[in-house]
């Protein structure tokens, strides 16, 4: 048998016997996700559900090995993606098989994920039971089944009976069946501070809320309707708000935020920025982070940012033609309280909108600018040189981007940087380039880049250049083509481990990564 086919606790009881497993992370991605979780986290997924088909029973030496362990399981995660209804009733049988491990480990489990599964009332409640002391709950595409057709939905909320869940702090509802939403109201009143829910109405969320009244985040995605009343909106304290989705009407979304005046973030992505809603926004006095999509707003509503004295960290979406133009709008007004800038979805970044913005915000600590197009040399240039005392920068170049002409300054304060160009000619893994990159950013700790075009063909990733010549770097992630890896970057990584604390090397196809935490010692 391939040793790949085997159930990740398997791989982890192997692993146990190894003097050290660091190595063997860097196999493949089973391999590195198995000593990732040889302490804390249990993933039950679909190999165990395809054994347990094949064999009609839980492999007996599996399950023993993993009710012997000594590990303290904080984190459980059970999932069995694209299952069809006709495999229910073994579905069904091998969770029921399952919750023997969930109750052995229920002192200590913190975590519990239900994700992709069809699920019926007794099982799903009782794997709940088996957790007392969990502290999160995140339940992600979940189908109600009932014994004959899974059209025929069972509501969880029938029994008027709190779940004994006494110390859940957070809950995180998306893509489930309705009936899961009900289920909330059936937790113990008032023990949820975290909440997220996605696909529902307003209606649903304000009778959650009855129950749930000491929430301080709340994050809500596609959520359709009216308001309707708001005596439970009106309760709340929220310190964190984020409100997403298609679905939202502007004036709810504003009715909504007018209910809130002590927010210390707040997103908003479901509907589009009018007076009414910035009224609402900035009557929020204590804001510390704001994030909005802009796109399509008519220019001057930046004049109510003045309200937000304590504005510490701002983020817009400007995926119009107009978006420069309301940047310099933003230019105009006092950004020096500002630490952290993002900037999604520019048509382009002018050279002169660079200068006027980096000098209107003095103190900015963080700048990711991520466009729609592609930067052209003039505008990365001058994204490092008049932002050249931030400390964290992220440039999403796209494109192809002339990188060659772009680094001939000096930033001692820099410590992350993420880019994201070509390969081509004085692209990003060119050494002319990185050497310049290095000299710039002396004390440059971690460092993402990301290669957008891989058709062209370099000797190697590059890796010797990038770790002798940035001597301070802790963390190394790189997106590129890893045909190109070769027996010396390997070498080169191992020679550098004292220093490294975290190596990511992807192929961006989703099927080839190779993730080091060796070099950390556990």
């Not at 002339?402 to 060119?430: M, Q, T």
Request: net charge negative; with cysteine.
């Amino acid at each position: 048998m391939d040793i790949n086919q085997l159930p990740v606790e398997l791989l982890i009881k192997i692993f146990s016997h190894l003097p050290t497993y660091k190595e063997v992370a860097l196999v493949n991605r089973r391999f590195h996700g198995s000593t990732c979780n040889m302490n804390s986290c249990l993933r039950i997924d679909n190999r165990f559900f395809e054994r347990f088909v094949h064999h009609n029973v839980l492999d007996s030496n599996c399950l023993q090995s993993i009710l012997a362990s000594e590990r303290k399981i904080t984190k459980v995660e059970i999932g069995c993606a694209q299952l069809h209804y006709f495999e229910y009733q073994a579905q069904r049988q091998f969770i029921s098989s399952l919750a023997s491990i969930v109750a052995c480990f229920s002192a200590s489990i913190k975590s519990l994920t239900y994700a992709d599964m069809i699920v019926d009332e007794s099982t799903f409640l009782h794997i709940l039971t088996l957790a007392p002391n969990v502290e999160h709950l995140e339940l992600q595409n979940l189908t109600i089944y009932t014994d004959d057709q899974p059209s025929k939905k069972r509501r969880l909320c029938n029994n008027n009976k709190d779940l004994n869940l006494k110390k859940l702090k957070s809950l995180s509802i998306s893509g489930c069946d309705k009936e899961f939403v009900g289920m909330i109201n059936r937790l113990p009143v008032g023990v949820l501070t975290h909440l997220k829910i996605s696909d529902t109405n307003w209606y649903m969320v304000n009778d959650v809320l009855s129950r749930q009244l000491k929430i301080k985040d709340l994050k809500l995605k596609c959520i359709s309707g009216d308001v309707g009343a708001m005596d439970n909106f009106d309760k709340l304290i929220l310190e964190s708000l984020e409100l997403h989705g298609y679905k939202m009407n502007g004036d709810t979304v504003a009715a909504f935020l007018s209910t809130q005046t002590g927010l210390k973030s707040a997103t908003v992505t479901a509907s589009a920025v009018d007076g009414q809603l910035m009224a609402a926004l900035t009557n929020n006095v204590e804001l510390e982070f704001l994030s909005l999509d802009v796109t399509d707003t008519p220019l001057g509503f930046f004049a109510e940012l003045r309200k937000l004295k304590k504005l510490k960290d701002l983020a817009l979406q400007l995926y119009d033609e107009e978006g420069t133009t309301k940047l310099m709008e933003l230019v105009r007004l006092d950004n020096s309280s500002i630490r952290g800038l993002r900037l999604n979805g520019l048509f382009s970044m002018p050279v002169d909108l660079c200068e006027a913005l980096a000098k209107s915000a003095p103190h900015l600590t963080l700048l990711h600018v991520c466009p729609i197009t592609f930067l052209n040399s003039a505008e990365l240039d001058a994204i490092m040189k008049h932002f050249n005392f931030v400390e964290i920068l992220k440039v999403n170049a796209m494109g192809k981007p002339l990188l060659g002409e772009a680094v001939h300054i000096f930033n001692a304060n820099l410590n992350e940087l993420a880019i994201r160009g070509d390969v081509g000619e004085d692209g990003l893994l060119h050494t002319p380039w990185l050497t310049k990159l290095s000299a710039s950013y002396p004390n440059l700790r971690k460092l993402n880049l990301i290669v957008e075009d891989q058709t062209e063909q370099t000797n190697s990733i590059q890796i010797e250049p990038i770790l002798s010549g940035f001597t301070k770097l802790e963390s190394l992630s790189m997106v590129t083509n890893l045909s190109e890896l070769i027996i010396d970057d390997l070498d080169c990584l191992q020679h550098y481990k004292n220093r490294l604390k975290f190596v990511s090397l992807d192929s961006g196809d989703g099927r080839t990564t190779i993730i080091d935490e060796l070099f950390v010692e556990s």
